[in-house]
């Protein structure tokens, strides 16, 4: 079956700009997780939503990064007025449910590089 | 807070040579433990997990044993093959950590390359 999609793969932008990434989860999982992972380092936690709610936003770095799931499938990561730092690949990762021993399945991920 | 610490690479190795990862980890409750790996081109896909003291967990010739004592999770394989070439990446879920949402916490990860 599908696995979890994301789109763009790449985007480059200019300082200050807005960007979106999307995520289509696999379907039916209602946890979706997004992960950001810088050059030479493991994925870091952003946020996680149990169905359309954000059940979780500690992982956010500022208030620049926000992140929405109105029906409790796709998921869209925003990006107000990037700054250099935020490039990095944005990884997804859906499961069937919030549980401690679920699965996370993972996007092939979006690499933003903010120029 | 949550941390998991591995040994660093990139690790080189001939085929059919033993394999060992080290990987730690701190937490604040119990932890899942996870190693994922990463082939070429690929995204993270999970390659073994275990959920409680003394598990091990197995999968493609890969162990690993969840040791509280040491507060371990080693990855191990006895013959490697080229096609193992990745990067490996630990992992751990907290059930104490954020809010319910088990996130995961990972290391740095380990970049392995077999050679004929």
């Known amino acids: 079956g599908a696995g979890v999609s994301q789109t763009p793969s790449n985007k480059v932008t200019e300082k200050g700009k807005y960007v979106e990434l999307r995520c289509d989860p696999i379907?039916?999982?209602?946890?979706l997780y997004w992960y950001r992972q810088s050059l030479g380092q493991g994925p870091e936690f952003l946020i996680y939503?149990?169905?359309?709610?954000?059940?979780?936003d500690s992982g956010l770095p500022n208030d620049r990064f926000f992140a929405v799931r109105p029906e409790g499938s796709v998921s869209t990561l925003k990006i107000q007025r990037t700054e250099r730092g935020d490039s990095a690949v944005y990884l997804c990762?859906?499961?069937?449910?919030?549980?401690?021993?679920?699965?996370?399945?993972f996007g092939p991920g979006t690499r933003l590089t903010v120029l | 807070g949550d941390s998991v610490t591995q040994m660093e690479g990139p690790v080189t190795l001939s085929e059919e040579a033993f394999l060992t990862i080290n990987c730690t980890y701190t937490?604040?409750?119990?932890?899942?433990l996870f190693w994922y790996v990463q082939y070429p081109g690929e995204g993270l896909q999970l390659l073994l997990k275990?959920?409680?003291?003394?598990d091990k967990g197995s999968n493609k010739g890969f162990e690993a044993t969840y040791r509280k004592e040491t507060t371990s999770f080693h990855l191990e394989k006895g013959s490697v093959q080229v096609s193992d070439s990745a990067v490996y990446f630990c992992?751990?879920?907290?059930?104490?950590?954020?809010?319910?949402?088990?996130?995961?916490?990972f290391g740095k990860g380990t970049k392995l390359s077999v050679i004929p």
């Open positions: 990762a859906s499961s069937e449910s919030g549980r401690i021993d679920n699965e996370q399945f």
């Open positions: 379907s039916g999982h209602t946890a």
């Open positions: 939503f149990q169905g359309t709610g954000a059940a979780d």
């Open positions: 937490a604040t409750g119990y932890p899942s």
């Open positions: 275990a959920t409680k003291a003394d």
């Open positions: 992992a751990l879920s907290d059930a104490y950590s954020g809010a319910g949402s088990y996130q995961l916490t």
